[in-house]
């Protein structure tokens, strides 16, 4: 599967984004699909996932309550919804997939076979 991440931009502390990653084939029912965001110097960190259905989410700490992602497997998308923004939410944010239909929790970069380029999104305060 290849995947395209889309959506990152400026914006304000307080506003809200919506990012999307749009994967190539036929499978896509069959992945489940993650964000990680990196930040200038700091490690790739794990940001949301969803399970291949869309039944279930998982979230860090740092955006539960903030963030949404949800997925439209007609449309071969995952979205991140991205509200009340903070500045150290600036990073790029990258969207992954791994090829597994279960409904464990998966939050390592090691995790996904799959990855798209990174979309910039910087919050300024």
């Known amino acids: 599967v290849q995947l395209q991440a889309s959506g990152g931009g400026l914006v304000q502390a307080g506003g809200s984004l919506r990012l999307s990653c749009s994967a190539s084939g036929r499978t896509f029912g069959s992945y489940g699909m993650a964000w990680f965001r990196q930040a200038p110097g700091k490690e790739r960190e794990f940001v949301t996932a969803?399970?291949?259905?869309?039944?279930?989410?998982y979230y860090a700490d740092s955006v539960k309550g903030r963030f949404t992602i949800s997925r439209d497997n007609t449309k071969n998308t995952v979205y991140l919804q991205m509200n009340s923004l903070k500045p150290e939410d600036t990073a790029v944010y990258y969207c992954?997939?791994?090829?597994?239909?279960?409904?464990?929790?998966?939050?390592?970069?090691?995790?996904?076979?799959?990855w798209g380029r990174g979309t910039l999104v910087t919050v300024s305060s």
């Open positions: 969803i399970s291949w259905s869309g039944g279930r989410t």
């Open positions: 992954a997939a791994r090829y597994y239909r279960g409904n464990d929790y998966y939050s390592g970069p090691q995790d996904y076979a799959y």
